[in-house]
Structure formats: structure tokens, C-alpha cells
């Protein structure tokens, strides 16, 4: 069974950063996508980054060009997120998630995940 771990999330002033990290075991194929999603309370889960085993480099949904950025360790099936520039609105729970044979785009459906980890929190005070 496929299992995701986050870590890295807390509490930050606005402007800071905090960089987030995702190991996983399980997998069974070595063709599958990664990325991060976020929820903040009230609002849909929405895709943050994402990388495929298909397609070269992270992408980006709008909110965070500029100011996320993905690495990989696929050696050690681990994956960051690093978060700079925080914003107020950057809170929520941010989650690590798994698709199967997938191609990013920057704007993931979540209801096309396979497996998700548990989440991490971020909070970005003001």
C-alpha cells in the first residue's frame, strides 16, 4: 500500500518561508506523477505543484510561480516544496499526493488522485 508522509509545516510570519517534504513508500510502478495540493478551511483543494515521471521539471499553478519551488529526490522517493514569500492567504493544509501514469499541468484535479498523505499544516500570520 502506498503511503505519503508530509512534514515541514508551522507557523510563520508573512514574507517568511518553510519548506515542506513528502516521502513515500509503496509505490509499485516507477510511472507516476507527484504534487501538492493545499486546502484552506472553507475553500476546494486546489493543486500547488506537480511533477511526473514523464515530463521534465515541477509545474506551477499561478498562485505559486515565482515563489514555490519543487525538488525531487527520486532516488529516495522523497519530494520538498519550498515556500517563500509567504502570504496570509498561503494558509491551509498542504498535502502530498500520488497519481498513477499522469501527465501535470499545473491545475490537478484532486478527484484524479490515487493516494494522498495525511496533510501538514501552514499557517502564515499577518
Known amino acids: 500500500e502506498v503511503q505519503l508522509v508530509e512534514s515541514g509545516g508551522g507557523l510563520v510570519q508573512a514574507g517568511g518561508s518553510l519548506k515542506l517534504s513528502c516521502a513515500a513508500s509503496?509505490?509499485?510502478?516507477?510511472?507516476?506523477?507527484i504534487a501538492w495540493f493545499r486546502q484552506a478551511p472553507g475553500k476546494e483543494r486546489e493543486g500547488v505543484a506537480c511533477i511526473s515521471s514523464r515530463q521534465p521539471g515541477f509545474y506551477y499553478s499561478d498562485s505559486a510561480k515565482g515563489r514555490f519551488t519543487g525538488f525531487a529526490n527520486n532516488a529516495e522517493r522523497t519530494w520538498y516544496l519550498q515556500m517563500n514569500r509567504l502570504r496570509p492567504e498561503d494558509t491551509a493544509v498542504y498535502y502530498c499526493a500520488v497519481f498513477y501514469v499522469f501527465y501535470c499541468s499545473g491545475s490537478e484535479n484532486p478527484e484524479e488522485v490515487d493516494y494522498w498523505g495525511k496533510g501538514t499544516l501552514v499557517t502564515v500570520s499577518s
Open positions: 509503496g509505490l509499485t510502478s516507477d510511472d507516476y506523477a
